[in-house]
């Protein structure tokens, strides 16, 4: 056999494997790019790499190029779907992969998994998911505080709790309160919104006092009473263009909304009363019950006509004009079941349908229905974005759970 020559290349990588490996020298740009393109979970281990990568990938400005560039993929490539489940003994929080899910990439007993959550959950059954915003959710425990939390990085914060003259006086049975959760860009700041409200003596809304939380800050605010009335009981504020909305508590069939503007801390109204394209109104009307939610960003209404037996998906497509609302789905109920939930999938004209006990996929251009796996009776049903949004930025040290 002919011998090789001191300059020659082993056409065999593999018996050089003992050999070193040499990274190419690349640009900081070039690297950074290659890094916006990685999922969080990877993003993670490459924090370990060096001092710079963690600098980098830790960057307020990555943080924010990262969640854009993952926002903006098409038919949920880079979304995830998590459900929470409640029984009589436990609750379950999983999420899957939605491209998955949506395309069939894998079995149906393989679809969701469950994730990681912060430990304080697992002791309280009796939770409620305020909302999602760029990845980070809000969780009220209602007893033992309020939570954010972000599922991807399994980072988590419990809110400090908040004094105040006139909450420190309520007592458990006296009062309740509603929670709201948003963005703001103009300060580029999360914020959580909790209206406290006291109940006289037959259990009717007395006063309120609007607290916010500042993430930028660490810190809560009083801005005084919730202005033109009170919220409804275990509504959490819907979050369209910069503000929080709520239905108004025993406002009869109007469907005013009182809206918190998170950029100036100030409240106003919207006149939200559905219509038919006749001009009858049929929210509350005729056996309907209508309930105020989001749907691809817009404010949506879901109408249960408890008489008929059928639900109604209203958005409206232009903020604040009445005469925008559309219909977008009307589908037929089993009379002894109501539940319903519409999630839009960003990127993509379907959406996700939740109708009594099953999950359906809904494609608008030939009104079909395609059914989707899934396990028990969700309580809540959320599509998010990957990111590595922070629940605490200005922390030194974060509270992490590993899986």
């Known amino acids: 056999m002919e011998s090789k020559g001191n300059g020659a290349t082993n056409p065999n990588p593999s018996e050089?494997?003992?050999?070193?490996?040499i990274l190419p020298d690349?640009?900081?740009?070039?690297?950074?790019?290659?890094?916006?393109?990685?999922?969080?979970?990877s993003l993670s281990k490459f924090k370990c790499v060096s001092k710079s990568w963690l600098s980098l990938i830790s960057s307020s400005q990555f943080i924010k190029d990262h969640l854009c560039a993952f926002s903006s993929s098409e038919d949920g490539e880079q979304l995830q779907l998590l459900?929470?489940?409640?029984?009589?003994?436990?609750?379950?929080?999983k999420d899957c992969s939605l491209a998955s899910l949506l395309h069939e990439r894998q079995p149906a007993n393989a679809a969701e998994d469950e994730i990681d959550y912060p430990p304080i959950l697992r002791l309280s059954r009796y939770f409620n998911v305020v909302g999602c915003c760029d990845g980070l959710f809000c969780i009220d425990c209602m007893r033992t505080g309020v939570f954010l939390w972000n599922p991807s990085t399994r980072?988590?914060?419990?809110?400090?709790?908040?004094?105040?003259?006139?909450?420190?006086?309520?007592?458990?049975?006296?009062h309740y309160q509603v929670c709201g959760f948003g963005y703001d860009k103009d300060s580029d700041d999360y914020k959580v919104v909790k209206v406290v409200c006291s109940l006289d003596e037959d259990y009717r809304p007395s006063g309120s006092e609007v607290l916010v939380y500042s993430v930028?800050?660490?810190?809560?605010?009083?801005?005084?009473?919730?202005?033109?009335?009170?919220?409804?009981?275990?509504d959490c504020?819907?979050?369209?263009?910069?503000?929080?909305?709520?239905?108004?508590?025993?406002?009869?069939?109007?469907?005013n909304v009182v809206f918190l503007d998170l950029a100036t801390e100030t409240f106003g109204s919207l006149d939200l009363a559905l219509k038919t394209n006749g001009g009858t109104g049929i929210s509350g009307r005729n056996g309907f019950r209508s309930d105020l939610g989001t749907f691809g960003g817009s404010l949506c209404f879901v109408c249960k006509n408890y008489r008929?037996?059928?639900?109604?998906?209203?958005?409206?497509?232009?903020?604040?004009?009445?005469?925008?609302?559309?219909?977008?789905?009307?589908?037929?109920?089993?009379?002894?079941?109501?539940?319903?939930?519409?999630?839009?999938?960003?990127?993509?004209?379907?959406?996700?349908v939740e109708l009594k006990d099953e999950l359906r996929l809904y494609d608008p251009k030939d009104d079909s229905f395609r059914f989707l796996p899934r396990s028990g009776i969700h309580t809540v049903l959320r599509i998010y974005v990957q990111s590595l949004v922070s629940p605490n930025p200005n922390a030194a040290a974060e509270m992490h759970q590993q899986h």
């Open 16 to 21: 050089d494997s003992n050999q070193p490996l």
């Open 26 to 41: 690349l640009p900081f740009e070039v690297i950074t790019e290659i890094l916006l393109r990685l999922p969080v979970k």
């Open 83 to 93: 459900t929470v489940g409640i029984d009589l003994t436990d609750c379950y929080l």
């Open 155 to 174: 980072k988590f914060k419990k809110l400090p709790s908040f004094s105040s003259p006139t909450v420190d006086l309520l007592k458990e049975g006296d």
């Open 216 to 234: 930028k800050t660490g810190s809560w605010k009083s801005i005084g009473e919730f202005q033109g009335g009170f919220p409804s009981v275990g």
């Open 237 to 255: 504020g819907c979050l369209v263009n910069g503000r929080l909305h709520w239905e108004l508590h025993n406002a009869g069939w109007d469907f």
């Open 308 to 352: 008929d037996h059928f639900v109604e998906l209203w958005v409206m497509k232009e903020y604040g004009v009445g005469e925008s609302w559309t219909k977008v789905l009307s589908v037929p109920v089993d009379k002894t079941s109501l539940v319903f939930r519409a999630l839009c999938i960003p990127g993509s004209e379907r959406f996700l």
